[in-house]
């Protein structure tokens, strides 16, 4: 009680000297009134994706008045300091009334500590307890009275009031206690946010959940006194669950979270949509629980028409260090597979090589000491390009990529400002073949131009990012033709009413990585599957593992289907037979290599095996048929090594005859 009556008699004897006080409270010298707050990253809607602490391990947020419900104002106001927006600071009529009760109970009853006395108090973190200290935070609150407005100090209350551990602040709090944004709240929320700062610690929802409720409540009682709220709401306010437990600040988007921060403090706002988001988050988790831990997934989904990416995922768990978690793999430089073979083909309409019903071979070919076979290891001889596409075959894309020339491949990747990484010189035909690195942004940017028309504009996910020009990579007319080749595969078995959607999938050289990209008339998307040490993952297939996910994906991105576009009025839509005779088909005809039976040689003698005979051959034609003893035994062979059902002992001739007629024959004994 002493320091109270010591404080009135000195502040009174001041009000007599007015000129000695105000030249007392402007030479206060103010303490740092900014304070560091938490970098924010939101998404396109400021829906907050993640946050992180400021130095010293505190979460402690930027808010802006129009983010507090009123609600909150006029209890904050209503129980803390009733006369807030009439006194100077100080509020003489309360610290008249603390010294009368103190006076007449012989002890401290109230106190007179005003909410800028408070903010005076936090600033400094002094003391409330002690004399001296009580009169720097009564001159301190003049000083911030006469420089600052009412709404000001508010702010400043609203942001650096402590709310119990390492949280600062009215948002942060209610982000911690509720899971919520202060922007609408409850009658109780709002009690209990207006309570907490008294007794931070003691008061604390998740170590001392009781004694939170017991200040709650009270808080409701006054207010209900003060004709704050109704009885009703007081009542009701007081049933209200009160939070046991802390919920965890957002973490959505992790990966480009960083990549946001990275940049610089502050707030940032990115493209990305904090619901179709958390969807694919799920999505991912889902699809890899339960397979090897070491194994990761990514997805990039973007808008092709603006450019904007919508979703980007970076692992199916962010925390998680078996499965590398923390690795960004839509950042990682991967082998594409086959993902790159749309590219190539509408290069080479473009350039007037090809067109979808041109036919090409599908035989054995050597460049050199480069022998590409097919995946499957089959040949199918004459086919049209857009089969050979769907078909996603080797040869015949390697063939136009010969054509071509890699490096206009490779200019084609840069148009589409695609960062292709090379290990060696200069590109090969393998190039083609997913043989140069990409990352998986950047293979969804080289999807979204084919999707707009052939036109790349640069994915974005910041809105601080400018607006980089677009380049043309295909004509429009050769895109929407790659685009309808792509349109015409079947669906997974698994896939949902996703309606039409272009997709090409690819796996690399051993199975290191599945890939499905696609589009429709809106979306373009991208998923990976792999693991991040690189590794092969046996049994791994873009077909089966990656497409069923792009088609969720592109689901959950919109309300309902979105159309591929039509043709362009220059597309050109005719048969084979209505082509130039150039087009119809590709390259000059060459000379089938001549077909060899390689084993067994002519004249072998030949132990009687069960299962037959083994055939292997050289050259021709696919498809096959093979004759014994003149008699057809088998038809519609497609690789170079078979077995021929010969049985009994003796003599026998074996014939293999290729799709243009060539044959090659050999005689051998069976003993």
Do not use: C
């Not at 927006?85 to 009853?109: C, E, K, P």
């Not at 083994?614 to 497609?638: E, F, H």
Request: hydrophobic share 45%; aromatic share 6%.
């Amino acid at each position: 009680m002493r320091w109270l009556v010591s404080l009135v008699v000195l502040f009174w004897s001041a009000a007599l000297a007015r000129d000695q006080l105000d030249a007392y409270v402007d030479a206060t010298e103010l303490p740092v009134l900014v304070h560091a707050t938490s970098p924010e990253v939101r998404d396109r809607n400021g829906v907050l994706l993640r946050a992180y602490m400021v130095d010293g391990g505190l979460w402690r947020m930027d808010l802006s008045p129009d983010q507090v419900d009123p609600l909150f104002y006029k209890m904050l106001v209503a129980y803390e300091d009733k006369r807030f927006y009439r006194h100077s600071g100080v509020d003489l009529v309360a610290t008249a009334r603390a010294f009368g009760q103190a006076v007449r109970h012989g002890r401290i009853v109230s106190g007179a500590s005003t909410l800028t006395m408070q903010v005076a108090r936090l600033l400094e973190d002094g003391s409330t307890g002690k004399w001296a200290g009580k009169l720097r935070q009564m001159r301190l609150a003049l000083a911030l009275e006469r420089r600052l407005s009412k709404q000001e100090i508010l702010a400043l209350y609203l942001r650096i009031a402590p709310y119990g551990g390492n949280i600062e602040g009215l948002r942060a709090a209610s982000l911690a206690w509720l899971g919520k944004e202060p922007t609408r709240l409850t009658p109780a929320e709002a009690a209990l946010l207006v309570s907490l700062p008294q007794a931070p610690e003691s008061r604390r929802p998740d170590r001392h959940p009781e004694a939170a409720k017991f200040a709650r409540d009270r808080v409701l009682m006054r207010m209900q006194g003060a004709g704050v709220i109704d009885m009703e709401a007081a009542l009701a306010g007081q049933r209200d669950p009160a939070p046991k437990g802390r919920q965890p600040v957002p973490q959505i988007a992790p990966h480009l979270a960083d990549r946001a921060v990275a940049l610089g403090p502050g707030r940032h706002d990115l493209t990305l949509d904090a619901e179709v988001q958390r969807g694919l988050e799920t999505l991912v988790a889902q699809h890899m629980s339960g397979r090897d831990p070491r194994l990761s997934m990514a997805i990039v989904l973007a808008d092709h028409q603006t450019g904007e990416i919508l979703a980007s995922v970076g692992s199916p768990h962010y925390a998680d260090t078996q499965g590398q978690g923390f690795v960004d793999m839509t950042q990682a430089i991967r082998s594409p597979g086959s993902t790159l073979k749309p590219l190539v083909y509408g290069l080479a309409f473009d350039r007037g090589l090809a067109h979808p019903e041109t036919l090409i071979l599908d035989t054995p070919v050597q460049f050199g000491r480069y022998a590409p076979q097919n995946f499957d290891g089959l040949f199918r001889g004459e086919i049209s390009v857009r089969k050979a596409l769907q078909l996603s075959l080797n040869i015949p894309v390697i063939r136009l990529t010969d054509a071509l020339g890699p490096a206009h491949v490779m200019a084609g990747l840069k148009r589409a400002s695609v960062d292709a990484q090379l290990q060696g010189g200069a590109p090969g035909l393998a190039l083609s073949l997913g043989g140069v690195g990409v990352t998986l942004q950047d293979m969804v940017q080289l999807y979204a131009a084919v999707a707009r028309g052939g036109v790349a504009v640069p994915l974005r996910w910041t809105r601080a990012n400018p607006k980089h020009p677009t380049q043309r990579v295909l004509s429009e007319a050769v895109a929407w033709q790659v685009g309808n080749i792509l349109a015409g595969l079947s669906p997974p078995p698994t896939a949902g009413p996703a309606g039409r959607v272009a997709y090409k999938t690819g796996t690399s050289y051993g199975h290191r990585d599945a890939w499905a990209l696609g589009w429709d008339g809106q979306f373009v998307a991208g998923v990976w599957i792999g693991r991040p040490d690189g590794t092969p993952v046996p049994g791994a297939f873009g077909g089966s593992d990656a497409a069923p996910v792009l088609f969720q994906t592109l689901e959950r991105a919109r309300i309902s289907p979105v159309p591929l576009p039509p043709p362009p009025p220059e597309t050109l839509l005719i048969s084979r037979a209505q082509l130039p005779t150039a087009l119809q088909s590709f390259g000059p005809r060459e000379k089938a290599p001549a077909l060899q039976v390689t084993f067994p040689p002519d004249g072998a003698r030949l132990a009687l095996e069960a299962g037959g005979i083994p055939v292997k051959i050289r050259g021709g034609v696919p498809p096959y048929s093979l004759l014994v003893d003149g008699a057809v035994s088998a038809s519609g062979l497609r690789r170079a090594e078979f077995f021929a059902p010969v049985q009994g002992r003796g003599f026998s001739t074996l014939s293999v005859i290729d799709a243009l007629g060539n044959s090659g024959r050999v005689s051998i004994e069976l003993r």
